[in-house]
T-cell receptor, first 113, second 113 residues
Framework: KAGVTQTPRYLIKTRGQQVTLSCSPISGHRSVSWYQQTPGQGLQFLFEYFSETQRNKGNFPGRFSGRQFSNSRSEMNVSTLELGDSALYLC????????????FGPGTRLLVL | AQSVTQLGSHVSVSEGALVLLRCNYSSSVPPYLFWYVQYPNQGLQLLLKYTTGATLVKGINGFEAEFKKSETSFHLTKPSAHMSDAAEYFCAVTRGSQGNLIFGKGTKLSVKP
């Protein structure tokens, strides 16, 4: 089975721009979660989508948003980028039926200049 | 509220020596506990997890961890370090009945020849 894939792998943007990241879960998985990883704050949960609905949300400003499509692929969007948004963004997938193991993709490294 | 504390941001061992990475958690509900490993420029790979049952959990690459409820600990060990074990290790707990992970700050393991 193919693993979780994320595109693009690397991205450079400037302050004020917006960005969209994509995540394709493992086949059959209906839940996708997003995490932000920075040297200062570590790994922090952004949000989770299950069956096209946001099911759980972390403590991030409204500039961070996401969506999920009927094929379970998910996108996250960050508007009005700030320097502090530079991070590795990881997505993880599960079947969505409980506290299961989350399988992570390789991440998208975003650099905001 | 759930939280995870990893003691030691950097641990250095010699090849062939015992690896011990410490993790303490707090949780208001019976925890599900995980150890993930991250190699440079990669996502997170599951090493092992504890849900219920046997408190000594064996994972991949010779790692194991013991859940000690009385000490609220879930330390990761490996009897003999290999150069390929050099990576960053994250302990995590799931948040209540929800699936999102709360991570510790990570421990970077170096292995000296």
């Amino acid at each position: 089975k193919a693993g979780v894939t994320q595109t693009p792998r690397y991205l450079i943007k400037t302050r004020g721009q917006q960005v969209t990241l994509s995540c394709s879960p493992i086949s059959g998985h209906r839940s996708v979660s997003w995490y932000q990883q920075t040297p200062g704050q570590g790994l922090q949960f952004l949000f989770e989508y299950f069956s096209e609905t946001q099911r759980n949300k972390g403590n991030f400003p409204g500039r961070f948003s996401g969506r999920q499509f009927s094929n379970s692929r998910s996108e996250m969007n960050v508007s009005t980028l700030e320097l502090g948004d530079s991070a590795l963004y990881l997505c993880a997938s599960t079947t969505g039926t409980g506290r299961e193991t989350q399988y992570f993709g390789p991440g998208t490294r975003l650099l905001v200049l | 509220a759930q939280s995870v504390t990893q003691l030691g941001s950097h641990v250095s061992v010699s090849e062939g020596a015992l690896v011990l990475l410490r993790c303490n958690y707090s949780s208001s509900v019976p925890p599900y506990l995980f150890w993930y490993v991250q190699y440079p420029n990669q996502g997170l790979q599951l090493l092992l997890k504890y849900t219920t049952g046997a408190t000594l959990v064996k994972g991949i690459n010779g790692f194991e961890a013991e859940f000690k409820k009385s000490e609220t600990s879930f330390h990761l060990t490996k009897p003999s370090a290999h150069m390929s074990d050099a990576a960053e290790y994250f302990c995590a707990v799931t948040r209540g009945s929800q699936g999102n992970l709360i991570f510790g700050k990570g421990t970077k393991l170096s292995v000296k020849p």
